[in-house]
């Protein structure tokens, strides 16, 4: 329809700067829609990003300037999520992609069984009260959250309390390592790097049993206390053993949740963030590695509110 009539004869008159112009019948009056200018902004923005298509590339095609195509592209603003609340399978994470003197992250909230990206927030640090945060967010929109998968960050335990909690085994098996290496020297070490490689093998009540023979085999040796000769103070002799077991001890009831409700096919892994959204996300963030703080968060956002389309 013309805005200048209220005639709705009107045919396309071709484009002017990559916006297509329109011609009225009945009163002869040239208009362009009023959304092409944002849709204009989100074409060339996207083929910036994603298509690595440079400023003057840009310029020559839109007949603009490099400054005209600049500001196009800082000017766009990413679409507003469009939520469907219904039954999901969470998976939550973080990743960090910023400098060390201007840290920057983001943590996720997906749907496992749609892989839609939920919900985001920008975060210079992991903590429990953004985890709250998004998940407050996610109840008052309508969802029901059937389970949640986390990496086993500390704290997170109590976030989810309400809900089926399953424990990243990769998280797992890499917080182990840390401790004892991927070649441990000490025997205990060694049994208990073998148990841990079976996780993915085995149920709880196997891997407890497992677990507890290793226990009584090594408690003496993990309870061996040496002292400091400068403080007069003692600690555990073989602290790391230790604490790779005290891991798996007090990750075990999280472990095995997947086990417990079959229906509801919970990932024992975080894997599709970490690999499946955050790998190619950081690939592109190091492309475009000289983009400002403000333009480098606005292409997270617009790449997690597009990632089923990719």
């Known amino acids: 329809m013309c805005p200048h009539c209220t005639s709705k004869k009107t045919k396309k008159n071709g484009k002017l700067g990559g916006i297509q112009r329109y011609k009225c019948s009945s009163c002869n009056s040239y208009f362009s829609s009023k959304r092409r200018p944002d849709k204009l902004q989100e074409i060339i923005f996207k083929k910036y990003i994603y298509k690595r298509q440079t400023l003057s590339d840009l310029a020559e095609e ?29 998976i939550c994470d973080a990743t960090f992609y910023g400098k060390r003197k201007d840290k920057l992250g983001t943590l996720v909230f997906k749907d496992d069984i749609t892989k839609e990206i939920l919900l985001s927030k920008h975060i210079q640090s992991e903590l429990s009260a953004d985890y709250k945060l998004l998940l407050n967010q996610l109840l008052e929109l309508g969802y029901t959250v059937l389970s949640v998968t986390i990496d086993g960050k500390r704290g997170l335990q109590k976030v989810f309390k309400d809900f089926p909690l399953q424990m990243c085994h990769f998280h797992q098996a890499k917080t182990v390592r840390r401790y004892i290496t991927k070649r441990p020297r000490l025997q205990a070490g060694k049994d208990l790097k073998k148990i841990m490689y079976r996780l993915t093998q085995t149920n709880e009540k196997k891997f407890t049993k497992k677990l507890d023979e290793w226990y009584e085999t090594y408690k003496n040796f993990i309870e061996e ?64 590695r000289g983009l400002s703080k403000s333009l480098k968060l606005k292409m997270v956002d617009d790449y997690l509110l597009n990632y089923k389309k990719k």
């Open 225 to 288: 206390k040496s002292i400091n000769n400068d403080t007069g103070k003692s600690y555990y002799t073989h602290q790391k053993v230790r604490a790779a077991y005290r891991s798996l001890r007090a990750n075990l009831s999280y472990l095995f949740t997947r086990n417990k409700y079959k229906n509801f096919k919970i990932p024992n892994t975080t894997n599709t963030l970490d690999g499946g959204t955050f790998s190619p996300l950081k690939i592109l963030i190091k492309i475009h």
């Open 62 to 90: 839109y007949k603009k300037s490099s400054r005209w195509v600049q500001k196009q592209i800082f000017e766009y603003e990413p679409n507003i999520k469009y939520h469907k609340p219904r039954a999901i399978v969470l």
